[in-house]
């Protein structure tokens, strides 16, 4: 069922849930399913309502100490029912298998789990976010010293609203209680402070606050807002609950963002070719992975894009004169062997990439943040990288010539308009087998607290350079089993 | 319409800072001329490049190069 926080009985939250589940976004859902398919109790809190409203938004809203700024933080997640992914973009692809490794490159990098973990829940994980089939990645390049792997973006389209997908199913639902409007406002430890005995919630129009007992709880307010949520219930522990390393909202993550050039090709491009490189390739260089994208900007961004490109009529054009358009800068004779260059990669790991509270509050008397986001030299590089040695395959072989950007070349600054971040927000609370390098451990429990967990990708302990909602349904669906192996 | 806009799910644009430092050690690590030197399928340095355009041995003779 679903129901208004606002209208709550006096006797609603008497009894414990066997879970109680706090964010209803893709993992929070996708866990509540889990759990609720099982049999389980399960109670999944949302701090919004079915819309998006000014006084829920308002609460995302914090500051920027990287200079220059990152996304407005109101603008970048959602907050309501089906969380961000109300505006998801829809491209998801698996880590690769080498992302749960250490890179020597990367100070602490490597994960407790590996890609085998995860694969058990890959199908799944693409039924629920209705994914265009899996095919053979395209390849332009060929030939067999392929230390560049053609790699696929599968897309979600129209773009999973989890809210609207799965609000008849949880209105059914006997097993899972979902509350609106309800927003987690403290955590409570219990009298030998080893577990939550209760979470705390308020709505907005009602000034009392109402508390919410379960024997396990699940964080699942995405990466910005889980470390907010563990650094403001600090009542019994002053540093915030699982933050005895100071790790806590460190390490943030994203995916730098950037066009690298444009390309033309001997053969026609018929769909978005995308390239990543081999771990020797990664360690050879001394950079992290990446996704290089060969496509046209304009229309993989559209919302129906799936990877196939606008066909084009047969080109009757040769190479020569394709290249000599491109370098005069001219129209191109046929669009299809003309296209643009661009790279997502891994972030490298720096405990300077944070979030942290700051003294504005929100309307719930709740510590706002700031999140600092900077791109390091290893960034810059792998992203240079990237482009070097796909231009360099693509003459090597006569496959086609790329024209690498001239800032990036020339090593000029990156400014607003040469790179970004995806709206990918990671690592805050990065998972170890480590209680000093880690916030939670190989099952996403917070390492100091007995029944506490983390869904999202603020577990991820690396970001590899593959959108993140793929790997959070497959880590909320993993976190699902487990829960229920310990409530068994 | 903010709210609207944030739906439609519209892109901001944010800027990126590094510092000083970082950067003139990401400029000296620009990889494409060690890559050129290295490249497996033709003769070390036959790459080239032209106004960021990384161009094969020949293509100099049969292309107009401002």
Known sequence: MIEDAEERGEERFTQPFDVCVIGAGPAGITLARRLGAAGFHVGLFEAGGFELTADSQDVYRGSNTGVPAYYPLDGCRLRYFGGTSNHWGGWTRPLDAWDFTP????????????????????????????????RPPPDLLGGTKADLLPRLFRFSRPATRFGEKYRGELEASKTVDV????????????????????????????????????????????????????????????????????????????????????????????????????????????????????????QWNAPDFTGALQAEPPCTTDFDALLQAAIDGSAPPCPAHVGDVFVACEQELSADNRVRLIDERDRFGLRRIALHWSVSALD?????????????????????????????????????????????????????GDARHGVVDADCRIHSVGNLYCGGSSVFATSGHANPTYTIVELALRLGDHLQARLR | MRYRRLRAGRHVTQRVLVSRRSLLAWAAALPFAAHAAS??????????????????????ARLKLR
Not at chain 1, 106 to 127: M, Q, R, V
Not at chain 1, 259 to 287: C, F, H, N, Q
Not at chain 1, 393 to 421: H, V, Y
Request: aromatic share 8%; hydrophobic share 40%; glycine share 10%.
């Open chain 1, 179 to 298: 509350f609106l409007n309800a927003n987690l406002v403290d955590m409570r430890l219990d009298a030998d402070g080893r577990n939550i005995a209760e979470a705390v919630f308020r709505s907005y129009r009602r000034p009392e606050p109402f508390s919410v007992r379960a024997r396990l709880f699940a964080l699942c307010l995405g990466g910005l807002e889980n470390p907010r949520a563990l650094l403001n219930a600090n009542g019994e522990r002053p540093a915030g609950i699982g933050n005895e390393h100071d790790l806590v909202g460190r390490y943030f993550l994203e995916h730098p963002h950037a066009p690298v050039g444009r390309i033309v090709t001997r053969d026609p491009l018929t769909w978005m070719v995308v390239y990543s490189p081999t771990p020797a390739l990664m360690r050879e260089k001394g950079v992290l992975n990446f996704g290089l994208r060969i496509g046209n900007f304009d």
């Open chain 2, 39 to 60: 490249a497996p399928d033709l003769a070390p340095g036959a790459l080239e490049m032209h106004d960021g355009w990384v161009l094969r041995p020949g293509d100099r």
């Open chain 1, 103 to 134: 890179n020597p490159h990367n100070a602490l990098s490597g994960w407790p789990i590996g890609k085998a973990d995860l694969d058990p829940y890959a199908e799944e994980a693409a039924t629920i976010l209705d994914l265009t089939p899996d």
């Open chain 1, 380 to 432: 810059l590089k792998t992203l240079a990288t990237a482009a070097a040695e796909v231009a360099s395959r693509f003459a090597e072989r006569d496959r086609g010539r790329m024209q690498i950007i001239e800032w990036l070349r020339k090593g000029e600054s990156p400014t607003p308009d040469r790179i970004w971040g995806g709206n990918h927000h990671m690592g805050t609370t990065r998972m170890s």
